[in-house]
Structures are given as structure tokens and as C-alpha cells.
């Protein structure tokens, strides 16, 4: 979760980064990261991280079956559905799809929530 650490502000309680520390294929760390920086870069041009009340939330945990990442932001500006769907977007959602797994938005008024889900098979055995 290095992808979010200068959004992880000490005092300002603006970003909850919350989870198991967990050991990743290098494919699947990548993959992640991209992901968590392109919804890191629309968050600061559009969304909660792009004015001073926003507030981010990231939490992921690992079950038998998947690992869930959920991505939450409240507080931000008033959020509207693109029209159409980004380069970025686009390539996150082809990779997670190529790791057999789902990448799924809704637009709620004060905030994009994002949740990530990947089958367990493509982690690495066991956690730190």
C-alpha cells in the first residue's frame, strides 16, 4: 500500500488505509498498485482528495476464495457517472480481468466507491 502512503496524512484523518499485511505475486503487486494510483490520481483531480473536507478509506481483506479491496471516498465533491470510461480505467479493468478477477464502481453522490476482487489462487502462499 505504498501506492496510497502520501495520501495516508498523520492528524488529518483525511485517509484510512486498513488491512493484513499480505505476500503477493510480483504480477499481482503490480497490478494492484496500478489500480490503487489511477484511482489515487482521479481522486486528487476530481474527487474527495481534491479538496481539504475529502476523505479516503482503502480497505482490503482476504478470504478463502478472493481478496477484496474496497475503495471509499465521502466528503468530496458532488460525483457524477462519466460519460465514458478513461485510458486508465480501461487498462485497470482489462488486467484485473486477466487475473480472472472483477473490477466494479458505483457513483454515489459525495463519493466514488470502488471494490477490487481477485480470485485467492493468484496470491502467494500464505501471509506475512
Not at 24 to 50: C, D, F, R, W
Request: include cysteine.
Amino acid at each position: 500500500m505504498e501506492e496510497l502512503a502520501p495520501y495516508d496524512l498523520e492528524g488529518t484523518g483525511r485517509a484510512d488505509i486498513i488491512g493484513p499485511t499480505l505476500v503477493l505475486q510480483p504480477y499481482l503487486a503490480q497490478t494492484i498498485a496500478m489500480a490503487l494510483h489511477e484511482l489515487a490520481t482521479n481522486a486528487v483531480k476530481y474527487g474527495a482528495l481534491s479538496i481539504a473536507s475529502g476523505r479516503l478509506r482503502v480497505e482490503w481483506s482476504r478470504g478463502e476464495t478472493h481478496l477484496v479491496i474496497r475503495w471509499s471516498e465521502s466528503d468530496g465533491p458532488p460525483v457524477k457517472p462519466p460519460q465514458r470510461q478513461g485510458f486508465g480505467t480501461r487498462v485497470v479493468d482489462k488486467v484485473i480481468q486477466e487475473l480472472e478477477g472483477k473490477l466494479r464502481f458505483e457513483w454515489n453522490p459525495d463519493g466514488i466507491a470502488c471494490e477490487i476482487t481477485i480470485p485467492a489462487g493468484q496470491l502467494a502462499d500464505g501471509t506475512a
